[in-house]
């Protein structure tokens, strides 16, 4: 939970160079990142252009993305409910074993309700500890069970713990995933308590930000209803990830994490 490469595509490497200065520091380990807004900024500002999949411009927009690791589990319905009622997109970065293979149904619900499928890994294990065929085995096998419950393969990926590092990142490229981190953090693992995992959202909403939560913990799936109905009323905007880099893609292999208020 808790990358970079020389991108081929024409964009990528602009992108890059906008984000030198930018480095965020994980696991002892400095790598580059692009912000939701460098990934805008490089792709251009026409207006139609720059509208996601449900038409928000996020440049224009408060824009903030829900996302949930470590998935899917017993209470991943209900949050499904939940998100359905409140006509809110997330990106549910998904674990293989004992979670995709376990709840093969509510996987292809999160894809037919319109939520963005990612990869978490297939076991969870740390990325940077892994040699490179290690590495990419953990993303294939989720990649694989994925498509084969949604007839897609996901394009996102985010490193358990947030660990990665160019073995990481090269990997990611070979197999067509982003990396995606997070700015906002309710430590979910850490407590039950629902009141706090509101409050710790809720104390670092800002716009552009990418919420981590797990939906596999007793008091976060009961958390989500008032955190999203608050920042609703704080005039923020949900979308997907990849909604809230549009018109800007994701690229393969690439770190992608907004910058902390």
């Known amino acids: 939970m808790f990358g970079f490469r020389p991108g081929r595509r024409r964009g990528t490497a602009a992108a890059l160079l906008v984000a030198t200065s930018l480095m965020l520091t994980l696991g002892g380990c400095g790598v580059d990142r692009v912000t939701p807004q460098d990934a805008r900024d490089e792709a251009g500002t026409d207006d139609k252009a720059g509208q996601g999949a449900r038409g928000v411009d996020c440049a224009k927009a408060k ?5 949930f690791d470590a998935g899917p589990g017993k209470d991943t319905p209900r949050l499904l409910d939940v998100l359905k009622e409140e006509q809110v997109p997330a990106t549910f970065f998904l674990l293989g074993r004992k979670h995709v293979d376990r709840y093969p149904e509510v996987v292809k619900r999160i894809a037919d309700e319109g939520h963005e499928v990612a990869n978490h890994t297939w076991s969870h294990r740390i990325l940077t500890d892994l040699d490179e ?11 694989t069970a994925v498509e084969r419950i949604t007839g897609r393969k996901p394009t996102l990926m985010r490193p358990p713990q947030g660990r990665t590092d160019d073995k990481v990142s090269k990997v990611s490229e070979e197999l067509g995933l982003a990396q995606i981190l997070w700015s906002i953090t309710a430590k979910d693992y850490s407590t039950t308590d629902s009141a706090l995992i509101r409050q710790r959202v809720l104390d670092q909403a800002h716009g552009d930000g990418i919420i981590l939560l797990h939906d596999i913990y007793d008091g976060t799936v009961p958390a989500v209803p008032s955190i999203i109905e608050e920042l ?28 902390k208020d």
């Open 63 to 67: 824009c903030i993305a829900l996302t």
């Open 232 to 259: 609703k009323r704080r005039g923020f905007t949900f979308v997907t990830v990849s909604e809230l880099l549009a018109p800007g893609k994701a690229e393969p292999g690439v770190v992608y994490a907004p910058e």
């Open 133 to 143: 065929a290690e590495v990419r085995e953990e993303l294939s096998l989720t990649q």
